[in-house]
């Protein structure tokens, strides 16, 4: 009877403590995904994805008391300490204590650690020398924003060789490939990543780079001390297709012409329908594209030297990185007199289509500006603006869905220095010899220092219209015609921030201290002494990185937050966003955001064919709007499609053609930073680099889940 007891207590106390694992389990299960999910809709860690998380704990274990105790603690963790870590411990009634670990883990995502622990009061064990508690454990783990399984290139096509992967020189895939069929590398592949593949793929033959999350450049082994190196992982689970739509399309029907916009040294395209579409050399050729969706219904065709096409907004002379040193954007940056950039982006590829502007000193009787009481200095800046408008209404919110849209202001401008003296009541008039492509106004922003090297001395003196342009008082500008080549013209009429009363002057009556202090500006906003943006940073490069390469042009200021503390940034180009989230987070600052002014997206009908070669030039990014896809090809298109890259030529965003075969050529520059998705892909390269996978120019990453 004894024994019978025993085992009928063994019994009874195992299924308490079964019901009790089985009940926390399912406490921290739901936990964990709420956690996922109030992240991923609110980005707010403190203010509902933890107490909310919370809340469906105790809801599920019936928990109704307050706890006892709530403690949160904070810290960097990672081989760099740069990856935010907060713990918080929940002591309940009854002994239930739940802890909740979230960490930052950047490109791999947010993710939360949920675990629960609850001593049991044995009850029948205690009566034959048992033990009078056993604590029972449940653990669960959530992620959301995880980009582990969002490669550089993958294949959809199960079938033999549907990667290969092959390059004459230095081939560079940043980020994983990945074969849904068989991968058929060589050794002039430099992975910086995995290489994933059906069984029988040969990913062992690759050559295997170490890299980081922070963009360091990818480099041979041994790798330092928290750097990854890649690996084969063969076989390899396949990869859905994830189904993509194009939305847009529909918004965008208007047929165009390419030449239908003459501006003067370039062409303005605008969104819409084109029919067969073939950018050659012979003439230099510029055309700017509006943000929108273009669909070429007959192909898009670049091969020749002498063109350029590109939705990037740049300044007239564009100011060098590396004028008075390459310091971090927002620091001290002192571009002395004449310093424009070596390469100016719009003059690549045999074009010349850049801005360009000059000074003068006139005379503005009763006035004049004033330095001191004396003579002095002035250094002036010019900026691009435009105001870009998105069409699609089914995109909420969508601030640039109106008129006049989302303004978009380019980088500064070198640093031009032009003396005054006080007793001739002088004015400063900037004008402009060259329009840049795609400015509808000029921002010129002015330093009573002169060109000192300290960027925020500059100070926002006024908007102006572009030679050519029209505007009725107020945004946005349209164009009354050609402009003029050759010509000189003066900016005049300034508004927004400190207006010349003389209507033929650009800067005139003011002072030397009306321009300080200065402050940092929404993206969205001008007035007197706001500062310019940033400046553009050092080309872009993937190995042998020192000195910076030769033979690009600059790139765009890295993603900033426009609100708050970290303003600044890109405000024009691929890397702007509004809304600006605020606050935000600093690691992903437009993961919030639906709209990036000046996006488009290149769609391709069935039978239409894209044929982009290493001598023409095409740079253009996408967009949040699009999910990031600036090459869309619908599942019945089976086209066999070319991407050759060269100096002038990158697209920023995705390429999705899941029933494509794509061959993609490396060039100087990455043609793609972004991710490939498509049926088949050969990707053979000849210069030094080939994909960039970037995850801020990548589609939304998989909503939270449950992966422990």
Same mark, same amino acid.
């Given at each position: 009877?004894?024994?019978?007891?025993?085992?009928?207590?063994?019994?009874?106390?195992?299924?308490?403590?079964?019901?009790?694992?089985?009940?926390?389990?399912?406490?921290?299960?739901?936990?964990?995904?709420?956690?996922? &999910? $109030?992240? !991923?809709?609110?980005? /707010?860690?403190?203010?509902?994805?933890?107490?909310?998380?919370?809340?469906?704990?105790?809801?599920?274990?019936?928990?109704?008391?307050? +706890?006892?105790?709530?403690?949160?603690?904070?810290?960097?963790?990672? +081989?760099?300490?740069?990856?935010?870590?907060?713990?918080?411990?929940?002591?309940?009634?009854?002994?239930? *204590?739940?802890?909740?670990?979230?960490?930052?883990?950047?490109?791999?995502?947010?993710?939360?650690?949920?675990?629960?622990?609850?001593?049991?009061?044995?009850?029948?064990?205690?009566?034959?020398?048992?033990?009078?508690?056993?604590?029972?454990?449940?653990?669960?783990?959530?992620?959301?924003?995880?980009?582990?399984?969002?490669?550089?290139?993958?294949?959809?096509?199960?079938?033999?060789?549907?990667?290969?992967?092959?390059? %004459?020189?230095?081939?560079?895939?940043?980020?994983?490939?990945?074969?849904?069929?068989?991968?058929?590398?060589?050794?002039?592949?430099? !992975?910086?990543?995995?290489?994933?593949?059906?069984?029988?793929?040969?990913?062992?033959?690759?050559?295997?780079?170490?890299?980081?999350?922070?963009?360091?450049?990818?480099?041979?082994?041994?790798?330092?001390?928290?750097?990854?190196?890649?690996?084969?992982?063969?076989?390899?689970?396949?990869?859905?297709?994830?189904?993509?739509? =194009?939305?847009?399309?529909?918004?965008?029907?208007?047929?165009?012409?390419?030449?239908?916009?003459?501006?003067?040294?370039?062409? !303005?395209?605008?969104?819409?329908?084109?029919? %067969?579409?073939?950018?050659?050399?012979?003439?230099?050729?510029?055309?700017?594209? &509006?943000?929108?969706?273009?669909?070429?219904?007959? #192909?898009?065709?670049?091969?020749?030297?002498?063109?350029?096409?590109?939705?990037?907004?740049?300044?007239?002379?564009?100011?060098?990185?590396?004028?008075?040193?390459?310091?971090?954007?927002?620091?001290?940056?002192?571009?002395?007199?004449?310093?424009?950039?070596?390469?100016?982006? $719009?003059?690549?590829?045999?074009?010349?289509?850049?801005?360009?502007?000059?000074?003068?000193?006139?005379?503005?009787?009763?006035?004049?500006?004033?330095?001191?009481? #004396?003579?002095?200095?002035?250094?002036? !800046?010019?900026?691009?603006? *435009?105001?870009?408008?998105?069409?699609?209404?089914?995109?909420?919110?969508?601030?640039?869905?109106?008129?006049?849209?989302? *303004? *978009?202001?380019?980088?500064?401008?070198?640093?031009?220095?032009?003396?005054?003296?006080?007793?001739?009541?002088?004015?400063?008039?900037?004008?402009?010899?060259?329009?840049?492509?795609?400015?509808?106004?000029?921002?010129?922003?002015?330093?009573?220092?002169?060109? /000192? #090297?300290?960027?925020?001395?500059? %100070?926002?003196?006024?908007?102006?219209?572009?030679?050519? $342009?029209? &505007?009725?008082?107020?945004?946005?500008?349209?164009?009354?015609?050609?402009?003029?080549?050759?010509? %000189?013209?003066?900016?005049?009429?300034?508004?927004?921030?400190?207006?010349?009363?003389?209507?033929?002057?650009?800067?005139?009556?003011?002072?030397?201290?009306?321009?300080?202090?200065?402050?940092?500006?929404?993206?969205?906003?001008?007035?007197?002494?706001?500062?310019?943006?940033?400046?553009?940073?050092?080309?872009?490069?993937?190995?042998?990185? =020192?000195?910076?390469?030769?033979?690009?042009?600059?790139?765009?200021?890295?993603?900033?937050?426009?609100?708050?503390?970290?303003?600044?940034?890109?405000?024009?180009?691929?890397?702007?966003?509004?809304?600006?989230?605020?606050?935000?987070?600093?690691?992903?600052?437009?993961?919030?955001?639906?709209?990036?002014?000046?996006?488009?997206?290149?769609?391709?009908?069935?039978?239409?064919?894209?044929?982009?070669?290493?001598?023409?030039?095409?740079?253009?990014?996408?967009?949040?709007?699009?999910? $990031?896809?600036?090459?869309?090809?619908?599942?019945?298109?089976?086209?066999?499609?070319?991407?050759?890259?060269?100096?002038?030529?990158?697209?920023?965003?995705?390429?999705?053609?899941?029933?494509?075969?794509?061959?993609?050529?490396?060039?100087?520059?990455?043609?793609?930073?972004?991710?490939?998705?498509?049926?088949?892909?050969?990707?053979?390269?000849?210069?030094?680099?080939?994909?960039?996978?970037?995850?801020?120019?990548?589609?939304?990453?998989?909503?939270?889940?449950?992966?422990?």
């Amino acid at each position: 009877m004894f024994v019978l007891f025993a085992m009928l207590g063994l019994a009874i106390d195992s299924g308490r403590a079964y019901v009790d694992r089985r009940d926390q389990q399912a406490a921290v299960d739901a936990a964990a995904l709420a956690a996922g &999910d $109030w992240y !991923e809709n609110l980005r /707010d860690l403190y203010g509902s994805t933890l107490p909310q998380a919370k809340q469906l704990y105790q809801r599920n274990l019936h928990l109704y008391a307050a +706890p006892t105790s709530d403690s949160t603690t904070t810290a960097l963790i990672g +081989p760099n300490a740069n990856l935010q870590q907060d713990t918080e411990v929940v002591q309940y009634a009854n002994g239930y *204590r739940l802890t909740i670990v979230a960490t930052n883990t950047q490109v791999n995502g947010y993710e939360f650690q949920v675990s629960s622990t609850h001593p049991l009061q044995l009850v029948f064990m205690q009566i034959f020398g048992g033990p009078t508690t056993v604590t029972i454990n449940a653990t669960a783990t959530a992620i959301v924003f995880n980009q582990r399984q969002q490669p550089a290139l993958l294949t959809l096509s199960t079938g033999s060789c549907s990667l290969t992967l092959t390059g %004459s020189a230095t081939l560079t895939v940043v980020g994983d490939t990945y074969a849904n069929g068989t991968a058929c590398v060589d050794s002039n592949l430099r !992975e910086a990543g995995n290489c994933y593949g059906a069984a029988g793929s040969n990913c062992n033959a690759a050559t295997y780079y170490c890299y980081n999350s922070s963009g360091v450049p990818p480099y041979p082994p041994p790798c330092l001390v928290g750097d990854s190196q890649g690996a084969p992982v063969v076989p390899a689970a396949t990869l859905p297709d994830p189904g993509y739509l =194009a939305n847009s399309v529909p918004y965008y029907p208007s047929p165009r012409g390419y030449n239908r916009y003459n501006r003067g040294t370039w062409t !303005e395209m605008q969104p819409g329908v084109y029919g %067969s579409f073939h950018l050659t050399g012979g003439s230099a050729s510029c055309a700017f594209l &509006d943000a929108g969706v273009y669909v070429w219904t007959g #192909g898009y065709q670049s091969d020749a030297g002498g063109s350029l096409l590109s939705n990037e907004l740049k300044p007239p002379d564009e100011m060098n990185y590396a004028a008075a040193g390459a310091l971090p954007p927002g620091g001290a940056y002192g571009p002395p007199l004449g310093s424009a950039s070596g390469i100016q982006f $719009w003059n690549q590829n045999g074009v010349s289509c850049s801005g360009e502007f000059n000074l003068s000193v006139v005379a503005a009787p009763s006035n004049g500006i004033k330095h001191q009481g #004396g003579s002095g200095d002035w250094g002036i !800046e010019v900026t691009s603006v *435009r105001y870009d408008q998105f069409l699609d209404p089914t995109i909420t919110p969508n601030p640039c869905s109106g008129s006049p849209g989302c *303004r *978009r202001e380019s980088s500064p401008s070198a640093c031009e220095q032009i003396t005054t003296t006080d007793t001739s009541n002088p004015a400063i008039n900037v004008s402009i010899t060259r329009n840049a492509p795609g400015a509808q106004y000029y921002d010129v922003y002015m330093n009573p220092n002169g060109c /000192d #090297g300290v960027q925020s001395n500059f %100070s926002f003196v006024g908007q102006y219209l572009a030679p050519g $342009w029209v &505007d009725g008082g107020g945004p946005p500008a349209s164009a009354a015609g050609p402009y003029p080549s050759g010509a %000189s013209v003066t900016l005049v009429g300034g508004t927004l921030g400190l207006p010349c009363p003389v209507a033929t002057d650009s800067i005139c009556n003011l002072a030397y201290n009306n321009l300080s202090p200065t402050q940092l500006c929404f993206a969205q906003a001008r007035f007197a002494s706001c500062q310019p943006p940033e400046h553009a940073v050092t080309p872009q490069c993937f190995q042998n990185c =020192a000195p910076p390469p030769t033979g690009l042009s600059m790139e765009n200021a890295p993603m900033r937050l426009e609100y708050g503390t970290s303003l600044g940034g890109d405000i024009a180009n691929e890397n702007y966003c509004v809304p600006s989230p605020n606050p935000g987070d600093a690691t992903a600052p437009c993961q919030t955001s639906k709209i990036t002014p000046g996006g488009v997206q290149f769609y391709f009908p069935n039978g239409s064919c894209m044929t982009q070669n290493a001598q023409g030039a095409t740079f253009v990014f996408g967009g949040e709007q699009y999910n $990031w896809i600036v090459i869309y090809m619908p599942p019945t298109n089976a086209c066999s499609s070319t991407l050759n890259g060269g100096s002038a030529t990158q697209y920023i965003g995705t390429i999705y053609s899941p029933a494509g075969n794509w061959t993609i050529n490396g060039g100087n520059r990455a043609p793609l930073a972004g991710q490939v998705i498509v049926y088949t892909a050969k990707v053979a390269g000849g210069a030094t680099v080939g994909i960039d996978f970037n995850p801020n120019y990548a589609p939304a990453p998989p909503a939270a889940r449950l992966i422990n």
